[in-house]
């Protein structure tokens, strides 16, 4: 609730301070005296629009500053908090917003600088302004939606649409998020088996490089290697001074002196020796010069084999094991490529039952608005009468579009309340066709109706009582008296039978100081207050018969709480 008002240099008022508490306020005063730079000046805290005009003559700075106190357990205690606006402690609320003559006007919320699209956003929360201001919470087709639900008891059930809502949306998300991984993944699977059909197709095995090497170099120099080989054989073996001859004729000269001299049987066992690895040094190498042929097919086979390998190399790490690596990693990974399908199926499962559910409840929660639509209109038609508004005929609208993509958080419905303020005439929004006065009243209606279930915690009304006086006039007030068991309540107004009603009672005054004219509030009780009531009832001339039906006014208020 508002607790503590402050205004400076604001139009007539120079320094003003006001201190309120729960229930029913009213405001009097002459026609004139400045009620309603009172209601100017709040509205500044709710994101009204602020002009130079505003400021006092010869100030720099025109300020307003309100103090809310919000109860511990209250929704908007934990909306300020998580959204960063109130500290996890806290539960006053400071308000500070200063015009400047400049144009360097600023917006303050607990002593810190906000911007004023902050303060916007807390429009229609804290308090409500009725009268010949934007900020009515109830002209917002959001807040007429939500007063339905809560005037229909379907917090619950839309609470449970929200919920399924928020998942179906979450996991429709997840599914395009699958769908679209799954395109990534099929572009990317296609990308990999080219590379790995290359590496497939090449077959490469382990030391198939150096073996292709070694082919190369001898398919490239046979004739120098048969020419070479076929000396070496000649010189071991094929000519009649070959090596195995000459050793074989020095084995025998061993053989002898060993006959001689037992010394010398190694020397002849070594020599033997060496005529046998000779012997096999010439069997295989007249097995190569028997493979040593010119195939120049089979050279261009082997360049084009190398050729091949060189180009994967260089597209795989630059060696022949990288090459090796690349095409086990492509393996690996082609076979953990797959079985997205069967999760994007599970998903569309998952969605389908959703957006069924979200159906369901869409539909449930649109029919029972229409109920309670049906059951609201009838209470705010009997109010309207009590307020001499019975002419007045309010329609809340609940327009269906019953289509999935339709759906938002609070469901598929749109929900309007149309006016219509005399016979014959089309009902149009809220916001449309009602003055000031009417409008007051019609909120009022309202107001009282939603009572035990608005959660907006203040409640300003300005011309309510325009153009009533009174049975209408006592109705008014025991209305707003009610209201103030639910809300902390301000009234601006000039009828006795409201201003008699209220639990705490302000008179506005304007004055002439020191040559300059300002506004003074003072707070009424006892006598002070039957006198302000006297005067309501019998303007220039005050008898006692009118004092006296003023002390019983405010009597019998005060005996009916």
């Known amino acids: 609730m508002l607790t503590e008002l402050r205004i400076a240099n604001f139009a007539v008022i120079d320094r003003l301070t006001l201190q309120f508490?729960?229930?029913?306020?009213?405001?009097?005063?002459?026609?004139?005296?400045?009620?309603?730079?009172?209601?100017?000046?709040?509205?500044?805290l709710v994101g009204g629009r602020a002009t130079t005009d505003v400021i006092r003559a010869e100030a720099d700075e025109a300020e307003v500053e309100a103090a809310f106190t919000l109860p511990e357990d209250g929704p908007l205690l934990m909306r300020f908090r998580s959204s960063g606006v109130l500290e996890p402690r806290d539960t006053e609320l400071i308000i500070r917003r200063v015009i400047?003559?400049?144009?360097?006007?600023?917006?303050?919320?607990?002593?810190?600088?906000?911007?004023?699209?902050?303060?916007?956003?807390?429009?229609?929360?804290?308090?409500?302004?009725?009268?010949?201001?934007?900020?009515?919470?109830?002209?917002?087709?959001?807040?007429?939606?939500?007063?339905?639900?809560?005037?229909?008891?379907?917090?619950?059930?839309?609470?449970?649409?929200?919920?399924?809502?928020?998942?179906?949306?979450?996991?429709?998300?997840?599914?395009?998020?699958?769908?679209?991984?799954?395109?990534?993944?099929?572009?990317?699977?296609?990308?990999?088996?080219?590379?790995?059909?290359?590496?497939?197709?090449?077959?490469?095995?382990?030391?198939?490089?150096?073996?292709?090497?070694?082919e190369r170099q001898r398919l490239a120099h046979v004739k120098r290697l048969r020419d070479l080989g076929e000396e070496a054989y000649d010189r071991l073996y094929g000519s009649d001074a070959s090596v195995l001859k000459e050793l074989s004729v020095a084995e025998d000269r061993l053989a002898e002196v060993t006959s001689v001299d037992e010394t010398a049987s190694e020397w002849k066992a070594l020599c033997h020796d060496a005529a046998v690895n000779l012997q096999e040094v010439t069997r295989q190498l007249r097995g190569y010069l028997q493979g040593l042929e010119q195939d120049p097919e089979r050279l261009s086979a082997v360049e084009d084999r190398?050729?091949?390998?060189?180009?994967?190399?260089?597209?795989?790490?630059?060696?022949?094991?990288?090459?090796?690596?690349r095409a086990a990693?492509?393996?690996?990974?082609?076979?953990?490529?797959?079985?997205?399908?069967?999760?994007?199926?599970?998903?569309?499962?998952?969605?389908?039952?959703?957006?069924?559910?979200?159906?369901?409840?869409?539909?449930?929660?649109?029919?029972?608005?229409?109920?309670?639509?049906?059951?609201?209109?009838?209470?705010?038609?009997?109010?309207?009468?009590?307020?001499?508004?019975?002419?007045?005929?309010?329609?809340?609208?609940?327009?269906?579009?019953?289509?999935?993509?339709?759906?938002?958080?609070?469901?598929?419905?749109?929900?309007?309340?149309?006016?219509?303020?005399?016979?014959?005439?089309?009902?149009?929004?809220?916001?449309?066709?009602?003055?000031?006065?009417?409008?007051?009243r019609v909120m009022l209606a309202l107001k009282t109706v939603?009572?035990?279930?608005?959660?907006?915690?203040?409640?300003?009304?300005?011309?309510?009582?325009?153009?009533?006086?009174?049975?209408?006039a006592e109705v008014m007030g025991r209305r707003l008296k009610a209201l103030g068991a639910h809300h902390q309540v301000f009234c601006i107004t000039h009828l006795p039978q409201v201003a008699s009603k209220a639990d705490l009672h302000f008179v506005v005054e304007k004055a002439v100081q020191q040559k300059r004219t300002v506004v003074r509030v003072r707070r009424l009780d006892g006598k002070a207050r039957e006198d302000e009531?006297?005067?309501?009832?019998?303007?220039?001339?005050?008898?006692?018969?009118?004092?006296?039906?003023?002390?019983?006014?405010?009597?019998?208020?005060?005996?009916?709480r």
């Not at 002459?30 to 500044?44: C, P, Q």
Request: hydrophobic share 40%.
């Open 100 to 214: 400047a003559r400049s144009g360097r006007n600023r917006v303050y919320l607990n002593g810190r600088l906000t911007p004023l699209h902050v303060l916007e956003a807390l429009a229609g929360t804290l308090l409500d302004l009725h009268g010949q201001h934007d900020q009515q919470s109830l002209l917002s087709v959001s807040h007429q939606l939500n007063a339905v639900d809560e005037f229909g008891g379907l917090v619950a059930l839309r609470a449970d649409y929200t919920r399924h809502h928020e998942q179906w949306k979450v996991r429709q998300q997840t599914l395009e998020e699958a769908v679209r991984q799954q395109h990534e993944r099929a572009q990317r699977e296609d990308y990999l088996r080219y590379q790995f059909r290359e590496l497939e197709t090449a077959a490469l095995a382990p030391g198939e490089e150096e073996t292709l090497l070694l």
């Open 329 to 440: 990693e492509l393996r690996a990974e082609l076979s953990q490529l797959g079985g997205s399908q069967a999760r994007i199926a599970e998903l569309q499962e998952l969605v389908k039952g959703d957006a069924d559910e979200v159906r369901a409840l869409a539909r449930s929660l649109s029919e029972a608005r229409v109920r309670a639509a049906v059951r609201l209109e009838a209470r705010v038609k009997k109010e309207l009468g009590s307020l001499r508004m019975g002419q007045t005929q309010l329609q809340v609208v609940v327009t269906a579009n019953p289509d999935l993509s339709a759906c938002t958080a609070t469901g598929w419905d749109r929900v309007e309340y149309l006016l219509s303020t005399n016979p014959g005439e089309p009902p149009l929004p809220l916001a449309k066709v009602a003055s000031g006065g009417e409008l007051s």
């Open 21 to 44: 508490s729960t229930g029913f306020h009213v405001f009097t005063g002459e026609t004139g005296a400045g009620k309603s730079i009172l209601v100017d000046a709040i509205a500044l």
């Open 306 to 325: 190398l050729h091949a390998i060189q180009q994967l190399k260089r597209k795989h790490g630059g060696s022949f094991e990288s090459v090796l690596a």
């Open 450 to 472: 939603l009572a035990e279930r608005d959660a907006v915690p203040t409640l300003i009304f300005d011309e309510v009582d325009a153009g009533v006086g009174g049975a209408v």
């Open 533 to 560: 009531i006297a005067r309501m009832l019998g303007g220039l001339r005050i008898t006692q018969a009118v004092r006296q039906t003023a002390a019983e006014m405010v009597s019998d208020a005060r005996e009916e």
